[in-house]
């Protein structure tokens, strides 16, 4: 299976999100990816291969193998865009081979070092070959390694007609990373009673629940003075935009909460003393204490309007996402049939919420359950950001594994 050799062609197009942007895709250059995908799936032999030109999406099809036919139609699904967070073009790859447990230089002439001490993980993969970067861009294998796992399934199962499965369906979506992946996501073109979308970290792992999730637009109007004559005058907006973030409770912020704990998130804040515009991000598993959460935010900004006038704060709070774990309850199967072919290619699954959220969230709730395998990534959204070469091989088996198991599945 040639995962690596498809991961490290895939890494060097750069599929930057833009969460500015008010178009799908939100950058144009995402269609240079969702074009290769769509020839490469072509030339393979993969059937129905559509590619969505107007909001980049890439659809394809594995035929049932004879005698499967009757079986359900089971999706997997990645995305091809980069967070946003940092740089994704020019991306200079290496690989570590046989990982000796020491920190990694990934870049001598700038300082920049992958500490053991700032990732312990990194200790559980002595003896495997890692992916890097040379520190100054995301790698990309959120998600294209993804991507690459799903292509050389596709690949395979094409290749070997004698593993029996049902029909088979590959999706690739834009913007993910922004939250709109699912935005023009067309289901019944997809046509699959069941998916997985295969986004998640380490090996192993293997989530059906996860955070219930808002967006949030926070602005603050101030009024600038001369500080020389200020006095009773000035409303200084970058000390409200403070005072706000004060407001929330400190231990519910992500650098302190971990599994189910929800969290307020400041994302971005610009501005001066006349303007301040800050976007959060609200997250929680729980159903009540999502609607808590949101709720008390709301109310710190009437506090401060009590406080300093009217329209001094201003809020737009809208819902992103919600935990797939209600939609999911009945198809267990799904969890149960990942598992079991995971124990088989002796993989240890880690059932685990969540800590964010996949397509396969919007999706269970547009119709199609979605639960979220592994890709054998980790530190995404940052330029420490690698992949191991080996746990990516491993979960292409278990794509085509999984595959397998619903060959004799019944409605």
């Not at 007609?161 to 690739?172: A, Q, S």
């Not at 710190?300 to 001094?312: D, Q, R």
């Not at 996402?321 to 999911?328: H, K, Q, V």
């Not at 940052?382 to 060959?407: D, N, P």
Request: glycine share 8%; with cysteine.
């Amino acid at each position: 299976m040639n995962t690596i050799e498809k991961f490290l062609r895939y890494v060097t197009i750069d599929t930057q999100s833009d969460e500015e942007s008010q178009t799908t895709p939100s950058t144009e250059k995402q269609h240079n990816l969702a074009s290769l995908l769509a020839r490469e799936l072509q030339e393979m032999g993969a059937e129905e291969v559509d590619y969505d030109r107007t909001y980049c999406y890439v659809y394809a099809s594995v035929p049932a193998t004879k005698g499967c036919e009757d079986a359900p139609v089971l999706g997997f699904i990645s995305h091809m865009d980069t967070s946003p967070a940092a740089r994704g073009d020019g991306v200079r790859l290496r690989i570590v081979q046989n990982y000796d447990g020491n920190d990694i230089v990934l870049n001598a002439a700038q300082d920049i070092v992958m500490r053991t001490a700032d990732f312990p993980e990194l200790l559980k993969l002595v003896g495997k070959d890692l992916i890097v970067t040379d520190g100054t861009t995301l790698l990309g294998a959120d998600d294209k390694a993804g991507v690459a796992e799903i292509m050389a399934m596709a690949e395979y199962l094409l290749q070997h007609p004698e593993i029996p499965h049902g029909k088979i369906r590959i999706g690739f979506t834009p913007d993910e990373e922004i939250g709109s992946g699912a935005d023009h996501f067309d289901v019944a073109r997809f046509g699959a009673d069941f998916a997985y979308t295969v986004d998640g970290g380490a090996l192993g792992e293997l989530e059906y629940e996860n955070f219930n999730a808002a967006s949030a637009k926070l602005s603050v109007a101030g009024r600038s003075v001369h500080p020389g004559d200020a006095k009773n005058k000035m409303r200084n907006a970058i000390l409200i935009a403070q005072e706000f973030q004060a407001l929330l409770p400190q231990e519910q912020n992500p650098m302190y909460t971990e599994m189910y704990e929800g969290f307020y998130h400041l994302n971005t804040i610009k501005g001066d003393v006349e303007q301040v515009t800050a976007s959060y991000i609200i997250r929680d598993h729980d159903k009540a204490l999502f609607a808590q959460k949101k709720e008390f935010f709301l109310a710190c900004a009437a506090f401060l309007n009590e406080k300093y006038g009217a329209g001094t704060v201003t809020v737009d709070l809208q819902d992103s996402y919600y935990n797939m774990r209600e939609i999911l309850e009945p198809h267990m199967h799904l969890i149960r049939y990942a598992r079991e072919a995971m124990e088989e290619l002796g993989i240890q699954p880690i059932v685990q919420p969540i800590r964010g959220g996949t397509d396969g969230a919007r999706l269970s709730f547009m119709g199609l359950p979605c639960p979220n395998l592994c890709t054998g990534g980790a530190n995404f959204h940052g330029r420490f950001e690698y992949a191991c070469v080996q746990s990516m091989e491993q979960i292409t088996e278990l794509l085509v594994k999984i595959a397998g198991k619903y060959a004799g599945f019944v409605k």
